[in-house]
């Protein structure tokens, strides 16, 4: 009886109608060394009740009592507690009726006759018990960590040595469209899950793994129905006891509306820096045209503008020579000096049909034309012909040619662009020819370099507010104010660009501030309020903005003296500012923002109105409630009208 030699503490639970027998049992126990503390029952509720006040370590129970029976007691302790063991001690019963209780979930059967027996029986069931309950303890453990796999939003696959799968969960199946009964057993790089991963990223992969590193990143993976999605991926080898890998198991996250964000966001990025450059472009030529006397140069900084930014592979300027009554290229580039020198009489050609008709004559595939100078373009390896008219007083002097061995992209803001310097060239065409033209050459100019800004703001409310036009409508507000409270005509110009431009600094804040659903912390409005100088730090270097820079720069200034970033007052805000400052808080009001919904045109008129004298110049409130009066302005959807 080694085993229960020490002085352990047993609680025994002694089922029993006969207190002296149970007194027996705790003595004969005791002298087995335990220190007993025991207790008797002798009906259904007061076992239960025991077993509900108390721990046991075993429950010792008398075969049949008047009233109660081992049948019962055994039915009310399993419930209680399965692995709880429980020993049959009763006066001598047959074989069948022992083997009978011990089917029914007894441990054991012990004779009173053979009581000798019992120490090592509770002390062989107490061990069992133990370990019993270890393994249904490590079984519920499984169970939650097999629900987490199963149920969780990680997709998990798992692969046996060679690479078959051995296991998806569901999440998996949703992401990837594949049912898990269609991948089991297969290798892994036949099916779906990453099958775009380029054969170098593989072998890394393979290789890291492998070697019990793991490996992790994000890839690209193609679901079932062939559409893309990005997944950060994790993938680690398990072990057994012998440090054989016996299976791969692969994590992943579905991270494609994360990486399909950043993307729009990238574009939108590349978007705008082009359009910074095309100004820059415009301005160059500007200059040029200002600035030399030969149309030549002028000409040729055009075309350098058109290669550099618009990727086109040869380009030419041709001119009227109304001595051969033929189109001849003044500058070109990227084409074959007979291609060049060679002229085009009037009427002849896709050069003719440009002049005779007008119009931007686009022709993607240049071998479908006919005529002998497109068909040495052709074999010049060109495709993609574009030529523009280039009108002077309502006549046509020139044509601009651009050519692509490709297709030009299908982008509007290409074209526009493309458009742009058409007219510069046609500018400076007109003033090489005559000087006095210099003012409207200006004109001209500044209606380039409009469409460009336009297209710049267009592209700033999308990243901003995700609905083009509102900056181009307050915009029109503002220069509607501003002649409202007289404003010269050749301020408004101006005055109408800096109100496009108010928010180009914005370009400069994260997303994750600019977006931010909630209030901004301290570190976030450091930066937010940093707008109004990078709109100033980018744009002062732009001549022609240079009047504008009042409005991006100080739309933030309070009337009090409290705005940013200069924290200027009254009089000393610009004019123009002053009134843009009210029409932006308006619009912004009235708008949905990440942070908070749009407020109705009452309660925006409203808190303009009571912050007069505060936020705002009180003479440009006035105007504008007088405005907002006589010309309701619906300062338009999203949700302009919606309740606050
Ligand atoms: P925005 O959204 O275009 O707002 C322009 C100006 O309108 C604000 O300049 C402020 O004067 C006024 N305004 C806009 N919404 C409210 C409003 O709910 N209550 C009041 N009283 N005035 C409003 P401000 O405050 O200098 O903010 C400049 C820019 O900073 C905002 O341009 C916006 O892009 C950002 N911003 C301001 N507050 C928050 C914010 O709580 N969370 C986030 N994520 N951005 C904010
Ligand atoms: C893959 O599963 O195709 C890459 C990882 C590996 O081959 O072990
Ligand atoms: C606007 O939509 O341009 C006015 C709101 C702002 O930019 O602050
Ligand atoms: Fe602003
Ligand atoms: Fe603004």
Request: aromatic share 6%.
């Given at each position: 009886?080694?085993?229960?030699?020490?002085?352990?503490?047993?609680?025994?639970?002694?089922?029993?109608?006969?207190?002296?027998?149970?007194?027996?049992?705790?003595?004969?126990?005791?002298?087995?060394?335990?220190?007993?503390?025991?207790?008797?029952?002798?009906?259904?509720?007061?076992?239960?009740?025991?077993?509900?006040?108390?721990?046991?370590?075993?429950?010792?129970?008398?075969?049949?009592?008047?009233?109660?029976?081992?049948?019962?007691?055994?039915?009310?302790?399993?419930?209680?507690?399965?692995?709880?063991?429980?020993?049959?001690?009763?006066?001598?019963?047959?074989?069948?009726?022992?083997?009978?209780?011990?089917?029914?979930?007894?441990?054991?059967?012990?004779?009173?006759?053979?009581?000798?027996?019992?120490?090592?029986?509770?002390?062989?069931?107490?061990?069992?018990?133990?370990?019993?309950?270890?393994?249904?303890?490590?079984?519920?453990?499984?169970?939650?960590?097999?629900?987490?796999?199963?149920?969780?939003?990680s997709l998990?696959l798992?692969?046996?040595?060679?690479?078959?799968?051995?296991?998806?969960?569901?999440?998996?199946?949703?992401v990837t469209?594949?049912?898990?009964?269609?991948?089991?057993?297969?290798?892994?790089?036949?099916?779906?899950l990453l099958i775009s991963l380029p054969?170098e990223l593989r072998?890394e992969i393979?290789?890291a793994v492998?070697?019990?590193?793991g490996w992790r990143g994000e890839v690209q993976v193609r679901r079932?129905?062939?559409?893309p999605a990005w997944v950060m991926l994790a993938i680690?080898?398990?072990?057994?006891?012998?440090?054989?890998?016996?299976?791969?198991?692969c994590v992943a996250e579905d991270v494609t509306p994360l990486v399909e964000a950043e993307e729009?966001e990238r574009?939108?990025?590349?978007?705008?820096?082009?359009?910074?450059?095309?100004?820059?472009?415009?301005?160059?030529?500007?200059?040029?045209?200002?600035?030399?006397?030969?149309?030549?140069?002028?000409?040729?900084?055009?075309?350098?503008?058109?290669?550099?930014?618009?990727?086109?592979?040869?380009?030419?300027?041709?001119?009227?020579?109304?001595?051969?009554?033929?189109?001849?290229?003044?500058?070109?580039?990227?084409?074959?000096?007979?291609?060049?020198?060679?002229?085009?009489?009037?009427?002849?050609?896709?050069?003719?049909?440009?002049?005779?008709?007008?119009?931007?004559?686009?022709?993607?595939?240049?071998?479908?034309?006919?005529?002998?100078?497109?068909?040495?373009?052709?074999?010049?390896?060109?495709?993609?012909?574009?030529?523009?008219?280039?009108?002077?007083?309502?006549?046509?002097?020139?044509?601009?040619?651009?050519?692509?061995?490709?297709?030009?992209?299908?982008?509007?803001?290409?074209?526009?662009?493309?458009?742009?310097?058409?007219?510069?060239?046609?500018?400076?065409?007109?003033?090489?020819?005559?000087?006095?033209?210099?003012?409207?050459?200006?004109?001209?100019?500044?209606?380039?370099?409009?469409?460009?800004?336009?297209?710049?703001?267009?592209?700033?409310?999308?990243?901003?507010?995700?609905?083009?036009?509102?900056?181009?409508?307050?915009?029109?507000?503002?220069?509607?104010?501003?002649?409202?409270?007289?404003?010269?005509?050749?301020?408004?110009?101006?005055?109408?660009?800096?109100?496009?431009?108010?928010?180009?600094?914005?370009?400069?804040?994260?997303?994750?501030?600019?977006?931010?659903?909630?209030?901004?912390?301290?570190?976030?409005?450091?930066?937010?309020?940093?707008?109004?100088?990078?709109?100033?730090?980018?744009?002062?270097?732009?001549?022609?903005?240079?009047?504008?820079?009042?409005?991006?720069?100080?739309?933030?200034?309070?009337?009090?003296?409290?705005?940013?970033?200069?924290?200027?007052?009254?009089?000393?805000?610009?004019?123009?500012?002053?009134?843009?400052?009210?029409?932006?808080?308006?619009?912004?009001?009235?708008?949905?923002?990440?942070?908070?919904?749009?407020?109705?045109?009452?309660?925006?008129?409203?808190?303009?109105?009571?912050?007069?004298?505060?936020?705002?110049?009180?003479?440009?409130?006035?105007?504008?409630?007088?405005?907002?009066?006589?010309?309701?302005?619906?300062?338009?959807?999203?949700?302009?009208?919606?309740?606050?």
């Amino acid at each position: 009886m080694s085993e229960a030699q020490s002085s352990q503490l047993l609680r025994v639970l002694c089922v029993e109608d006969v207190e002296d027998d149970a007194v027996l049992l705790a003595r004969l126990l005791q002298r087995s060394g335990w220190t007993v503390r025991w207790h008797r029952v002798d009906s259904a509720a007061s076992l239960a009740e025991a077993l509900r006040a108390e721990a046991w370590d075993v429950v010792l129970c008398d075969y049949r009592m008047p009233g109660f029976n081992a049948h019962e007691a055994l039915r009310i302790v399993r419930a209680h507690d399965p692995d709880l063991p429980f020993l049959v001690v009763s006066g001598t019963v047959g074989e069948e009726l022992a083997v009978e209780m011990m089917r029914a979930g007894a441990n054991d059967y012990v004779m009173k006759d053979n009581l000798t027996r019992l120490p090592a029986a509770i002390a062989r069931e107490l061990r069992e018990a133990e370990v019993r309950r270890a393994r249904r303890q490590a079984e519920a453990q499984a169970r939650l960590l097999w629900q987490a796999v199963e149920q969780g939003s990680s997709l998990v696959l798992v692969m046996d040595p060679e690479r078959r799968v051995t296991y998806v969960n569901r999440r998996w199946t949703e992401v990837t469209g594949i049912p898990a009964e269609e991948v089991l057993g297969r290798p892994v790089e036949e099916i779906g899950l990453l099958i775009s991963l380029p054969d170098e990223l593989r072998r890394e992969i393979r290789k890291a793994v492998e070697s019990g590193k793991g490996w992790r990143g994000e890839v690209q993976v193609r679901r079932k129905d062939g559409s893309p999605a990005w997944v950060m991926l994790a993938i680690s080898a398990l072990w057994d006891e012998t440090g054989q890998t016996f299976r791969f198991v692969c994590v992943a996250e579905d991270v494609t509306p994360l990486v399909e964000a950043e993307e729009r966001e990238r574009r939108l990025r590349e978007r705008l820096e082009r359009q910074v450059h095309r100004l820059q472009a415009l301005r160059l030529v500007d200059t040029a045209i200002t600035g030399s006397f030969d149309l030549r140069i002028t000409l040729n900084v055009i075309l350098d503008q058109l290669t550099i930014h618009l990727g086109v592979e040869a380009a030419a300027v041709l001119l009227l020579d109304p001595g051969t009554a033929s189109f001849r290229a003044v500058v070109a580039r990227g084409l074959r000096r007979d291609l060049v020198t060679q002229g085009v009489r009037i009427g002849e050609g896709l050069v003719g049909r440009v002049v005779l008709g007008r119009e931007r004559l686009h022709v993607p595939n240049l071998s479908e034309v006919p005529g002998s100078r497109e068909a040495r373009l052709v074999a010049e390896g060109f495709r993609a012909y574009c030529a523009l008219p280039l009108t002077i007083k309502g006549q046509v002097l020139g044509v601009l040619e651009t050519l692509s061995r490709k297709d030009f992209p299908d982008d509007p803001e290409w074209w526009e662009f493309l458009e742009a310097l058409a007219g510069q060239a046609a500018v400076a065409i007109d003033n090489g020819t005559l000087l006095e033209n210099l003012q409207r050459a200006n004109l001209e100019l500044q209606r380039a370099y409009d469409a460009t800004l336009e297209g710049w703001s267009r592209a700033m409310d999308l990243r901003d507010r995700e609905t083009e036009g509102h900056t181009q409508r307050v915009a029109e507000l503002t220069v509607a104010l501003a002649r409202a409270m007289g404003v010269a005509e050749s301020e408004i110009v101006h005055i109408r660009r800096g109100a496009l431009l108010h928010d180009i600094g914005k370009i400069g804040v994260p997303d994750e501030i600019l977006r931010k659903p909630g209030p901004l912390t301290e570190e976030e409005w450091a930066i937010m309020r940093l707008h109004p100088v990078y709109a100033y730090r980018w744009l002062a270097g732009i001549e022609f903005l240079r009047p504008a820079l009042d409005i991006p720069y100080a739309h933030h200034e309070r009337w009090d003296g409290t705005g940013y970033p200069r924290g200027l007052r009254g009089e000393e805000i610009p004019l123009s500012a002053r009134i843009f400052a009210v029409v932006d808080v308006y619009d912004a009001l009235t708008s949905e923002r990440p942070y908070r919904p749009a407020w109705s045109r009452e309660k925006a008129l409203q808190y303009i109105r009571e912050q007069a004298g505060k936020q705002f110049d009180p003479a440009v409130v006035e105007a504008f409630l007088r405005l907002m009066e006589e010309e309701p302005f619906t300062l338009p959807e999203p949700g302009a009208a919606g309740p606050p």
